[in-house]
C-alpha cells in the first residue's frame, strides 16, 4: 500500500465550478500537510500549509484535514482556467521536515 | 536571476553519455534536493544537502552522482543511465529554520535516455 493515495486524473470541469482534490494517507504519525500547484513546464509551488487537522482558508482555496480518517482535501471554489494546473499533496510527520511524501498529482482542467 | 533555476531544460543522451545537471538557487537558502519526477508517479526524493553536506540518500543509484559546491550550487552528474531514467528532475531549495522549511523547486530538467 502506498503511504500517500491521489487519482491522478484527469478531472476536467467547467470554469465557475466548485473543485474537491482529495488525498487518502497510511502512516498516522503524518501532522503537516501541503498542497502543491504544478503548471505545465514549471517546478511545483506551495499552495497551502497546515499542521494537524481542522481548516484553512486563503481566498478562493481551502485546505481541510482529517486526521480521524485519514483524509485530506482542496476545495477551489469559482474556479478559473488559470487554476488548469497539476495538484499535488504533500506530508510530513514532524516540524522542519525535509523528507516530504507526496502523492501522484491530479490533473485539473478548467474548461472556459 | 531569481528563485531557482536549472539548465539545460532538455536533455537526450545515450546509455553510454556521461552528462551532468546543473542547479542554482538565489535564495540564499542552506538546503538544496534533487527529485526524480516520472508520469503517474509520486515525486520521489533522490538527495537532501545541507550546508554542502549530503544529509539524505534515498537509496538512488550510483549512476547518479550528486556534487554540491556550496549553498548555492547542487549538479547531478550522470553515467550509463537506463531507458527508466527518463524522467523530470527537479531541483529544490529551502531554508532550514526548524520550523516549516518551504520547498523552492526550479522548472526542472526533462532527460531522455535512449
Redesign the interface.
Known amino acids: 500500500q ?1 503511504e ?1 493515495e ?1 487519482d ?1 486524473g484527469p478531472l476536467s470541469v467547467p470554469e465557475g465550478a466548485i473543485v474537491s482534490l482529495n488525498c487518502t494517507y497510511s502512516n498516522s504519525a503524518f501532522q ?1 500537510f501541503m498542497w502543491y500547484r504544478q503548471y505545465s ?6 499552495l497551502m ?1 497546515t499542521y494537524s487537522s481542522g481548516n484553512k482558508e486563503d481566498g478562493r482555496f481551502t485546505a481541510q484535514v482529517d486526521k480521524s480518517s485519514k483524509y485530506i482535501s482542496l476545495f477551489i471554489r469559482d474556479s478559473q482556467p488559470s487554476d488548469s494546473a497539476t495538484y ?1 499533496c ?1 506530508m510530513s510527520g514532524y ?11 491530479t490533473r485539473l482542467t478548467i474548461n472556459p | 536571476e531569481t528563485g ?1 533555476t536549472q539548465t539545460p531544460r532538455h536533455l537526450v543522451m545515450g546509455m553510454t553519455n556521461k552528462k551532468s545537471l546543473k542547479c542554482e538557487q538565489h535564495l540564499g537558502h542552506n ?1 538544496m ?1 534533487w527529485y526524480k519526477q516520472s508520469a ?4 520521489e ?1 533522490m538527495f ?1 544537502y ?1 550546508f554542502k553536506e549530503q ?2 540518500n534515498n537509496s538512488v543509484p550510483s549512476r547518479f552522482s550528486p556534487e554540491c559546491p556550496n549553498s548555492s550550487h547542487l549538479f547531478l552528474h550522470l553515467h550509463t543511465l537506463q531507458p527508466e531514467d527518463s524522467a523530470l528532475y ?1 531541483c ?1 531549495s ?1 531554508q ?13 530538467t526533462r532527460l531522455t535516455v535512449l
Not at chain 1, 41 to 46: Q, S
Not at chain 1, 95 to 102: C, E, I, P, S
Not at chain 2, 99 to 104: H, K, L
Open positions: 502506498k500517500v491521489q491522478p503537516y513546464r514549471k517546478g511545483p509551488e506551495l500549509y499535488l504533500a516540524q522542519g521536515a525535509q523528507k516530504l511524501v507526496f502523492g501522484q498529482g | 531557482v538546503a534536493y503517474k508517479k509520486p515525486l526524493l537532501v545541507n544529509t539524505e527537479l529544490a529551502s532550514d529554520r526548524g520550523a516549516y522549511n518551504e520547498q523552492f523547486f526550479g522548472p526542472g
